[in-house]
């Protein structure tokens, strides 16, 4: 059995259609009620989407991937899972370091935010991690079983000089 590749082993690249196939495996493992083909189409198909895929060196599998969508003020992370069986990996945090890094530069300055399962205690502790802050609750925000979701924020970062 080959070893999972390690975070230097992953090529990060923009998602295309032809991703989705992979996509909604991931999606269908990840979440109880997981998007549609078409979202994730349309998503790949918004010029104001930034959808990032990490992928295996070796192999080209897809191992995780990142939605987000530019808003007036704000970054809106829409969606991002990992494959379970690579998870833990620090697969989730290369997909939002490269997203600072993308979005950091140029003259418009937004902030980031996103919805996160009020009992998803480890994805909340990467968040923290990386910045976000807890700003707010939507309650039965989630239809599979009416769970809150916590808002959180990440100010915008600094212009890179």
């Known amino acids: 059995?080959?070893?999972?590749?390690?975070?230097?082993?992953?090529?990060?690249?923009?998602?295309?259609?032809?991703?989705?196939?992979?996509i909604e495996e991931i999606e269908r493992r990840s979440y109880a009620t997981p998007?549609?083909?078409s979202m994730f189409a349309g998503e790949l198909a918004k010029p104001s989407s930034i959808c990032l895929g990490a992928f295996d060196g070796d192999t080209?599998?897809?191992l995780g991937y990142l939605i987000i969508s530019r808003y007036v003020d704000a970054w809106h992370v829409m969606n991002i899972a990992v494959d379970?069986?690579?998870r833990r990996r620090g697969i989730a945090t290369t997909l939002?370091?490269?997203?600072?890094?993308?979005?950091?530069?140029?003259?418009?300055?937004?902030?980031?935010?996103?919805?996160?399962?009020?009992?998803?205690?480890?994805?909340?502790?990467?968040?923290e991690r990386l910045g976000f802050r807890g700003r707010g609750v939507r309650r039965a925000y989630y239809t599979d079983n009416q769970e809150d979701a916590l808002i959180m924020w990440k100010d915008p970062l600094p212009a890179a000089p």
């Open 1 to 22: 059995m080959k070893a999972p590749p390690s975070p230097a082993t992953i090529e990060l690249r923009r998602l295309t259609l032809r991703d989705l196939r992979r």
């Open 35 to 37: 998007w549609s083909r």
């Open 60 to 62: 080209g599998e897809l």
């Open 84 to 86: 379970p069986r690579e």
């Open 96 to 127: 939002l370091d490269r997203l600072f890094e993308v979005t950091a530069n140029g003259s418009e300055h937004r902030g980031y935010t996103l919805e996160v399962r009020v009992s998803n205690t480890g994805a909340i502790a990467l968040y």
